[in-house]
């Protein structure tokens, strides 16, 4: 019955993307909608995606082995971060019309050093990626007792959807 849950769930958020996908026509559609979300939906959808599974799961077991010291930095230092970054950078970079990081060091700077920046973020975030998929295997792992079938059945599921969101998005 739980596996049926879990199974439910990816087909609802996998359904919910695939229809988010139809609305997005370009970058600034795919980076922040379009700029049309009211700002409590666009604080819960960063806090959501700041804090992943691998959050939840990590952070809980880093509390039980070394208490509250233990997680210290993570939610509470990432929280401060997210805070920080909306109230003294999301404003500015608003007014000048950037959407990314990288965005600003090419206005800034030069476009290699955007290239750079973006080089950099994707290397850290294929850590926090694979991170997501070693906690969707270890729910599944534990559902189904072990089965592999689950697991080949998740990056069925994973990858198609991945690469739809990510290089479907345009220019």
Same mark, same amino acid.
């Given at each position: 019955? /739980?596996?049926?849950?879990?199974?439910?769930?990816?087909?609802?958020?996998?359904? /919910?993307?695939?229809?988010?996908?139809?609305?997005?026509?370009?970058?600034?559609?795919?980076?922040?909608?379009?700029?049309?979300?009211?700002?409590?939906?666009?604080?819960?959808?960063?806090?959501?995606?700041?804090?992943?599974?691998?959050?939840?799961?990590? /952070?809980?077991?880093?509390?039980?082995?070394?208490?509250?010291?233990?997680?210290?930095?993570?939610?509470?230092?990432?929280?401060?971060?997210? /805070?920080?970054?909306?109230?003294?950078?999301?404003?500015?970079?608003?007014?000048?019309? $950037?959407?990314?990081?990288?965005?600003?060091?090419?206005?800034?700077?030069?476009?290699?050093?955007?290239? $750079?920046?973006? $080089?950099?973020?994707?290397?850290?975030?294929?850590?926090?990626?694979?991170?997501?998929?070693?906690?969707?295997?270890?729910?599944?792992?534990?559902?189904?007792?072990?089965?592999?079938?689950?697991?080949?059945?998740?990056?069925a599921e994973a990858m198609p959807f991945?690469?739809?969101?990510?290089?479907?998005?345009?220019?």
């Amino acid at each position: 019955m /739980i596996l049926g849950f879990v199974i439910l769930y990816l087909l609802i958020s996998v359904g /919910i993307g695939l229809y988010a996908a139809t609305r997005v026509h370009n970058a600034k559609d795919f980076a922040v909608a379009g700029r049309s979300l009211p700002l409590p939906i666009v604080t819960a959808t960063v806090f959501a995606t700041w804090f992943g599974a691998e959050a939840v799961l990590g /952070i809980s077991a880093t509390f039980v082995k070394e208490g509250l010291r233990g997680v210290v930095a993570d939610p509470f230092g990432s929280s401060l971060c997210l /805070i920080l970054a909306g109230l003294f950078f999301a404003p500015r970079f608003y007014r000048l019309n $950037l959407l990314t990081v990288g965005d600003f060091y090419r206005e800034r700077f030069h476009p290699s050093v955007e290239v $750079l920046c973006t $080089l950099c973020i994707v290397g850290s975030y294929l850590g926090w990626v694979a991170a997501q998929f070693k906690v969707l295997g270890l729910v599944l792992n534990v559902v189904t007792g072990g089965d592999t079938s689950a697991r080949r059945i998740s990056r069925a599921e994973a990858m198609p959807f991945s690469f739809r969101t990510s290089f479907g998005a345009g220019p």
